[in-house]
């Protein structure tokens, strides 16, 4: 890979297409032998990934990688959506299959769907963003997409991150869901957004609360600023509080002895009726 097809595509997270390489100085064949000796690597009609970058990553970074090489290949005219949008997010895809690249339109309601890609109908105004140089619907669709196609634990997971993190308001989210209301999975959507808690900590923390909630419980998360840490400072000060508190309510000649143990100091090897005939004699 020559340094300007290197720069472009470290630029798009590793992803370029077609169109790039040929910018760059490649053809036909020259392409075709960057993916013979393993530099490159074909994700898609005209998409690529660099092949080392791609191979190091985890499959939530691969699916990124590939869905921006994918999006890249539509010229503006899609944007990554559902749970491939959420991969940009850096916002956790849990259940999500990660072989399928979802995509929406930016204008029209055209939809179709092919092994490893999956295209959806526009959602109208305002529903898409850049992230770093890809376009991407907002977190909020990218939330509801994800709860669609993937159920509500997906979007539920999503949502607690998202709201967490700031990328995301529940008035957006209800926004949307409004905007939604005659689509045929908008059910799991609504509930995923009822279930949302922006003080979930962790994919684990919202799996853990939506199986207590499914069996008749209602926890409530806890930050964790109120949450008091004890330290080793805390630790240490009250084991010094309460040994002194204890020698100086306790005599320790009282204290029990461990079996087999030594008592410290010793006791006195001298006879009673010893020291009393040293006394006598003395007198």
């Known amino acids: 890979m020559n340094d300007l097809l290197a720069k472009l595509s470290t630029a798009h997270f590793g992803a370029f ?10 053809n036909r064949e020259s392409l075709s032998r960057l993916v013979r000796i393993n ?10 990934v660099d092949r080392a970058r791609y191979e190091a990553a985890s499959p939530e970074r691969r699916h990124e ?10 010229d503006g005219r899609v944007y990554a959506s559902h749970y491939s949008a959420l991969t940009l997010m850096s916002l956790p895809v849990f259940g999500a299959p990660l072989g399928q690249i979802h995509v929406s339109r930016a204008s029209d309601s055209l939809s179709r769907r092919r092994p490893g890609l999956s295209i959806h109908s526009a959602y109208g105004a305002g529903a898409g963003l850049l992230i770093g140089r890809t376009p991407s619907v907002t977190p909020a669709l990218a939330i509801l997409g994800a709860a669609m196609t993937c159920g509500i634990e997906t979007g539920v997971v ?14 957006d989210l209800r926004t949307w869901l409004g905007r939604l209301s005659r689509h045929r999975d908008v059910t799991r959507t609504r509930q995923a957004v009822q279930l949302a808690d922006a003080r979930s ?31 080793w400072s805390d630790a240490s000060t009250s084991c010094w509080s309460a040994t002194a508190s204890s020698s100086s309510s306790t005599d320790s000649s009282s204290m029990p002895t461990p079996t087999g ?23």
């Open 17 to 26: 297409t077609v169109s790039d390489a040929y910018d760059c100085g490649y």
């Open 39 to 48: 530099r490159a690597l074909r994700v898609g009609p005209s998409a690529y």
């Open 261 to 283: 143990a030594r008592r410290w100091p010793p006791r006195s090897r001298v006879k009673t009726g010893s020291v009393r005939s040293a006394t006598s004699s003395s007198g």
């Open 201 to 231: 900590e962790s994919v684990g923390e919202s799996r853990t609360r939506m199986l207590l909630n499914a069996i008749g419980f209602r926890p409530t998360p806890r930050s964790r600023s109120a949450i008091h840490t004890a330290t």
């Open 65 to 74: 990688m590939a869905t921006r090489a994918v999006v890249r290949t539509f």
């Open 158 to 171: 999503a949502a607690d991150a998202a709201l967490a993190a700031g990328k995301t308001t529940v008035d």
